[in-house]
């Protein structure tokens, strides 16, 4: 019976439904009423009464039925929601939105769960114990909770596939050496895990790792994750210094990477324009002079400044000394735009000696703008590329 997303309202008398019934979704209507899980017909296989207006409670009978997915989420679920009583037979729970709350106590729920989703309820309390989480978990969503301690990654069950604690409390370092090969999603955002974190035993086949807006610091080493990986987020942390892979700087791992918001101390390595990378701190202050060396057309793979620093973003206050480039000419076309604009002390002016356009000699520059504010004296034309 699947009448999902009709605009039905009112109550549901449950007590009516065929006792044979196997599949039932009432899900996206706004149908309400207190009612017990155990009222639903034994029979029922797979229950979808998500987004309406219902009020459920969990008795001890429901132990007894054959369930196999459940789904209440966008529901209000009772607070003395006890997962002992959930049916043994259960694979696949969501009680994303019910509204719930206290202690979360995993060791309670069904052995054969495949999918558990406690997204956006305001569980509390301690999550030290994940160890008890059922053998045969693939799905894990914990996000937009109020979860508070340290987090124990060591031991999750060996076939997850997607770990979510985004925007929890959780807090002190994380071991992620020994997590299970099957992991392809690991979403650790809005927490306050922190100290440093080593990467170089991922999960080979782990395509996101989402972890911004922590409280990361030391060294961020990118040199070693496995190219299966599509997104790495590591934005708005503390990290001072990055490492990157020979994959990564030239584009040929298809990789996209933010690292927004960290505060890298200057010179950082030759950070392609995929790698989103905002602010830094430059150890060198002469001049105090901001300039902005922006990208216009694609990056320059194994090319890199000296004593400055790939800017993306905001600009670092950190004088232009040059750029020198790897072995080899480089075909891929480049732009560069030296400006003050959005920096401070812009009244010291860089001079021609400053300048090493010979360093480019190697490259195929398309565009090159120096704005009158910045450049004192005459400019050294002569040793730009032919391009």
Known sequence: LNLASNFLTGDVEFSCVPPGLQFLDLSDNALQGSCYIEELPQSLVFVDLSQNLFTWSLGQGAVNMSLVD??????????????????PSLKVLRLSTCKLTGKLKIGLLPPLLTELDLSANFFNGSLTHLWELPRTLKYFVL?????????????LPSGLLTLDLYNNEFYGSLDLTTLPLTLTKLILDYNSFSKGLSLLSLPPNLALLSAGFNAWSGILDLSAVPQSLLMVDFSFSSFDRVVLSRGILDGT???????????????????????????????????TVGQQLRYFIAPLAGCGLVNGTWDIGYPCLQPWVGITCGPGPSSVPLGLSLS?????????????????????????????????????????MAKLPRS
Do not use: Q, Y
């Not at 459940?70 to 049916?87: H, Y």
């Not at 996000?143 to 031991?155: I, K």
């Not at 960290?262 to 150890?283: D, E, M």
């Not at 356009?357 to 050294?380: C, D, I, N, R, Y």
């Open 70 to 87: 459940l789904d209440l989420s966008g529901n209000t679920v009772v607070d003395s929601f006890n997962f002992s009583w959930l049916p």
């Open 143 to 155: 996000r937009l909770n109020a979860l508070t301690s340290s987090v124990d990654l060591t031991n």
């Open 253 to 287: 791992d298809g990789m996209s990477f933010n690292l927004e918001g960290n505060t890298f101390v200057c010179p950082l390595p030759p950070i392609p324009s995929w790698v989103k990378v905002s602010s830094c701190v430059g150890s060198d202050m002469l001049a």
């Open 340 to 380: 003050p604009e959005k920096c401070s002390h812009t009244s010291v002016a860089l001079t021609r000696s400053t300048l090493n356009f010979s360093a480019l000699s190697m490259v195929l520059l398309t565009t090159l703008t120096l704005h009158s504010s910045v450049f004192a004296g005459s400019v050294p």
